[in-house]
C-alpha cells in the first residue's frame, strides 16, 4: 500500500480504517504485550518458588521457543501479522511450563541433597515423558489451524503455525538446555550465598531476663 501511495498524483492520500485500521494498532502493541507477558510469568516463578535467581533458569528457555515459531512461520511464507504475535503469547507460556516441569522436580532432588548436575540431569530424563505427553497434544492439537481451508484460513495458518514450531523447538530445546540454565544459574547463586559474609547471631537473653 505504501508503494502504491508514492504513485498517488498530488493530493491523494491513503488511509487504514475498519479491521485494517485495529490489525496496525495492535501490531505496534505486541511488543509492549510480550514483554508483559514474560514479566507476569518471571514475577509467579519468583513468588512460587521465593527466589529471583531459579526463575531465570526458566525464562531462559522462552526465546528458543519464539526463534521455533518466527521460523515455522517464515518457511511458510505467512505474513508477521497481529494473529502471529498472539500465537507467540502463547508460546511463551508453553516454553515456560516445559521449562517448570524440569526446575521444579530439580529443585526438589537439589533439596534432598543430590549434586548440582546431578539434580538436574535426574530431572530431565524423569520429566521427559509428562514433557513430551503434553507437548504431542498440544502441537496436535494445533494442525488443524496450520490446514485450515475457507474466509479466516489465513488467521488460523498464523497462528497454529507459530504455535506449532514454538511448542516444537521449545519442547526439543527445554530438555536439552534447562539443566544447563538451572546448573549455571542455581550454581551462581550458591557460590554467592556462601561468600555472603554470615550475620551476627542476634543476643541471647540469660535466664534473669538479662540481655
Known amino acids: 500500500m505504501e508503494r502504491l501511495a508514492r504513485q498517488l498524483p498530488p493530493r491523494f492520500a491513503i488511509a487504514w480504517t475498519g479491521q485494517s485500521l485495529q490489525e496496525r494498532q495492535s501490531a505496534a502493541q505486541a511488543p509492549l504485550l510480550m514483554a508483559l507477558s514474560m514479566l507476569v510469568v518471571f514475577l509467579v516463578l519468583a513468588a512460587l518458588y521465593e527466589s529471583w535467581s531459579i526463575p531465570a533458569a526458566v525464562m531462559l528457555v522462552v526465546p528458543l521457543g519464539l526463534i521455533g515459531a518466527v521460523a515455522a512461520v517464515l518457511l511458510r511464507g505467512l505474513p508477521n501479522d497481529v494473529f502471529f504475535k498472539v500465537g ?21 532432588l537439589r533439596e534432598q541433597g543430590h ?11 524423569l520429566r521427559l515423558r509428562p514433557i513430551l505427553m503434553t507437548s504431542l497434544a498440544f502441537a496436535l492439537g494445533v494442525v488443524p489451524l496450520m490446514l485450515a481451508t475457507g474466509a479466516s484460513q489465513e488467521t488460523q495458518h498464523a497462528i497454529g503455525t507459530g504455535v506449532f514450531g514454538g511448542i516444537v523447538t521449545a519442547t526439543v530445546l527445554a530438555v536439552l538446555f534447562v539443566p544447563v540454565f538451572f546448573v549455571l544459574v542455581v550454581g551462581l547463586q550458591e557460590r554467592w550465598q556462601r561468600r555472603r559474609p554470615a550475620l551476627p547471631a542476634p543476643p541471647q537473653a540469660d535466664t534473669e531476663g538479662r540481655a
Open 115 to 125: 549434586g548440582l548436575v546431578d539434580a538436574a540431569v535426574t530431572a530431565a530424563r
Open 88 to 108: 507467540l503469547i502463547t508460546v511463551i507460556g508453553l516454553s515456560a511450563k516445559n521449562a517448570i516441569l524440569i526446575v521444579e522436580f530439580a529443585k526438589q
